[in-house]
């Protein structure tokens, strides 16, 4: 969450056995979650959250054992990586349509996403923002 120092405070979600850490801020629709390259936590993405954070919600997190982030009992494949996220964004009702934003590897988890990363449903629809107004 952001304060009034304009600071997003790092939290943590259990995604089956080990933590995730993320930063969410920001209020709106889609949803910006970012990813960023192999080994680079979500740190990586300091000026962007800010940034995003004026316009609409955005979440950065580190993948399991990056950064803040406990490691998975086993090796991550990009499948497993998706299903974390998923997890993250479910166990912290995060609501979609999502953009998905990857920097390097960050964005190669993510290329193939049609979506195992499910459309969340609300009152503007399936994979839809309400109307700006």
Do not use: N
């Not at 997190?61 to 991550?76: C, I, L, N």
């Not at 290329?111 to 449903?121: H, N, Q």
């Amino acid at each position: 969450m952001q304060g009034d120092s304009g600071a997003v405070a790092q939290q943590f979600v259990d995604v089956g056995g080990y933590r995730l850490a993320f930063q969410r801020a920001g209020v709106g629709c889609p949803t910006v979650v970012l990813d960023a390259g192999l080994g680079d936590g979500m740190t990586t993405w300091g000026k962007v959250v800010d940034a995003v954070a004026h316009v609409t919600q955005v979440v950065a997190y580190d993948r399991a054992g990056v950064g803040a982030s406990e490691p998975a009992p086993t090796p991550r494949t990009g499948q497993d990586v998706v299903r974390d996220l998923h997890a993250l964004l479910g166990a912290e009702q995060i609501p979609g349509p999502y953009v998905l934003v990857g920097q390097s590897s960050g964005g190669v988890y993510h290329a193939p996403v049609r979506p195992p990363v499910p459309r969340r449903r609300g009152g503007a629809g399936p994979g839809r923002c309400p109307p700006r107004g």
